[in-house]
C-alpha cells in the first residue's frame, strides 16, 4: 500500500497555482543493504543474510563501475540504469567541452512488470492518516 498527501502548489505554473494535487509518500523506511538482505534471505532461500550481503554489495559495485564505464545496467523487472547529465548551452559547438557539463545523474527507467503502466495497474493507493506541518 502506497500512501498519499493532498497537497496546494503554491509556484509559477499558471493554470497550477492554488490546485490540489496528489504528492505520493514513502513509509519512512529506507532498506539498505543490510535491510535488503535480510528481507530476502527471509523468502525461502537458501543463502544467508550474510551471503545476500555479499552478492547485493558485489552488485551495487560492479553496476556503479558500469555506468562510470559509460554502459548501461538492465535489471529485469526493476528498471534499466544509466547516467544523464545537465549541462548549460553554447552558440558554437566547438565551445562545448565538458566543462559545460552542470551536474551528472543517474536515470532508472521501469521494465519488465515495473514499467509506468504496469505499475499503474498494480499499486494500491491510500490517504495518509497525518500531514506534517511545512
Known amino acids: 500500500m502506497v500512501r498519499y498527501e493532498k497537497y496546494q502548489y503554491k509556484g509559477n505554473i499558471q493554470g497550477a497555482n492554488g490546485k490540489w494535487f496528489i504528492r505520493l509518500k514513502a513509509s519512512g523506511e529506507t532498506y539498505g543493504i543490510a535491510e535488503l538482505a535480510e528481507h530476502m534471505a527471509n523468502h525461502s532461500t537458501s543463502f544467508t543474510k550474510g551471503e ?22 538492465k535489471i529485469e523487472d526493476l528498471a534499466i540504469f544509466s547516467l544523464g ?50
Open 52 to 73: 545476500m550481503m555479499g552478492i547485493l554489495t558485489d552488485m551495487v559495485a560492479c553496476v556503479r563501475e558500469l555506468l562510470l564505464d559509460g554502459k548501461k545496467v
Open 85 to 134: 547529465c545537465q549541462s548549460g548551452g553554447a552558440a558554437d559547438p566547438s565551445t562545448v567541452t565538458p566543462a559545460n557539463v552542470k551536474r551528472v545523474y543517474i536515470n532508472a527507467r521501469g521494465t519488465g512488470e515495473f514499467q509506468t503502466r504496469e505499475i499503474g495497474q498494480k499499486v494500491k493507493l491510500k490517504e495518509q492518516d497525518f500531514y506534517s506541518l511545512g
